[in-house]
């Protein structure tokens, strides 16, 4: 039924989920990725081994796709440039690619669409940011993000008091942005075809480790009022829009004291915030980027049950090859469904795995997620 072959570069955790929703359809799938041993490469028979940062290696396997797409930022665009002018489909497109993947561009983009985010500045390294606190320019407290290649907490800095000035800066391409006053943390995935149709998930809310600066469990749908929930899902469309971008868009966003919603941030691409989605909706946002490169009709995003997601992260103190503790006593329990990435080897603060807890009684969803929480722990052997 699908002779188009989809080629993901990226063979991690998001490449699988994307390729088991993929097996339903039979949908030909091929990976780019340093090792088979990586989690796409353990049920996608079709895995290049290589570099998807290197011209060469991208543009190679590109040429044996119809349709390519992304489960990681950085990845090499110059070679996806090459292959839109020879004919390929790339999604999201290297031009939207060459924006986010910079989030020096990222922020100019929405000021230039009228998109509302946080203010800041772009600055060149740690001496310029230094010199502009001393004059008065920028204010503690401030953030502060590497342009390029942060992901997964690395790259930010918070820089609250005088002391962080010296052991935190960070020493490379920033953004600059005001330490803003946050009443929560909202993400909404989007999706959208090539006919410019798009679909929106129900906004969830977003629940940090401040140790290891990731998202340490979401809520689905969030607590937020009707209107703000409105508002949400209408910024995303106008976001996803305003790129102009097909497939998936997670919108990362700032809810202020004051009732104002913020872009933080953008994802093109299969994101933490939707792996719920899975057990807790009526269309994954796995299968929706599939129906999406393919310019399918789009799923229903209604979700099926309230849920809880939280991300398995190797414990701070543990290194070596991986044991899930508290593995049986969690999984006997309704509603809790354990998804393992399989990775090998843990260490501190690695994504080895998600639970989604789904209950429609908000009391026991959060009883079960707390019990998972204290009792599901990622150590070694």
């Not at 993929?22 to 949908?27: E, G, I, K, S």
């Not at 843990?346 to 929480?373: C, N, W, Y």
């Amino acid at each position: 039924m699908f002779k188009k072959t989809i080629g993901i570069l990226g063979g991690g955790q998001l490449g699988k989920m994307t390729a088991l929703a993929a097996q339903n359809w039979d949908v030909p799938l091929r990976f780019l990725d340093k090792s088979k041993d990586f989690p796409a490469g353990k049920v996608c028979p079709y895995f290049e081994e290589g570099d998807f940062t290197k011209y060469e290696d991208v543009y190679e396997f590109g040429k044996n796709c119809d349709i390519i797409t992304i489960e990681i930022e950085s990845v090499n665009t110059a070679a996806l440039h090459q292959l839109v002018q020879e004919g390929k489909t790339v999604h999201p497109s290297p031009v939207v690619l060459d924006i986010i993947k910079d989030k020096g561009l990222q922020k100019e983009f929405y000021i230039e669409n009228q998109l509302p985010t946080s203010s800041f500045l772009l600055v060149k390294n740690k001496q310029e940011i230094l010199e502009k606190v001393e004059e008065g320019t920028i204010q503690l407290p401030f953030v502060q993000k590497a342009r390029m290649g942060g992901y997964d907490g690395k790259g930010v800095s918070v820089i609250k008091v005088e002391s962080d000035l010296e052991h935190k800066l960070m020493d490379t391409p920033s953004v600059i942005e005001d330490l803003v006053n946050i009443e929560k943390e909202l993400g909404v995935i989007v999706v959208r075809n090539e006919k410019g149709e798009t679909a929106v998930y129900p906004t969830v809310e977003m629940i940090f480790s401040e140790e290891a600066n990731l998202v340490e469990y979401l809520l689905s749908p969030a607590r937020i009022t009707d209107q703000q929930e409105k508002e949400a899902q209408a910024l995303a469309v106008q976001t996803i829009e305003a790129y102009g971008a097909c497939g998936l868009l997670a919108v990362e966003m700032f809810l202020t004291p004051a009732g104002e919603i913020l872009i933080n941030e953008v994802a093109p691409r299969p994101h933490n915030s939707g792996h719920h989605s899975i057990d807790a909706c009526m269309t994954s946002q796995y299968a929706q980027l599939i129906r999406s490169l393919y310019n399918m009709p789009l799923g229903s995003t209604k979700m099926t049950s309230p849920a809880i997601m939280l991300n398995l992260l190797g414990e701070p103190e543990y290194k070596g090859l991986v044991h899930y503790q508290g593995f049986e006593e969690c999984t006997a329990i309704e509603g809790v469904k354990v998804h393992i990435y399989g990775k090998e080897l843990t260490k501190p603060f690695r994504k080895m795995g998600h639970v989604t807890v789904i209950d429609s009684d908000p009391d026991q969803l959060l009883e079960k997620a707390r019990f998972v929480k204290k009792t599901l722990k990622v150590v070694s052997e």
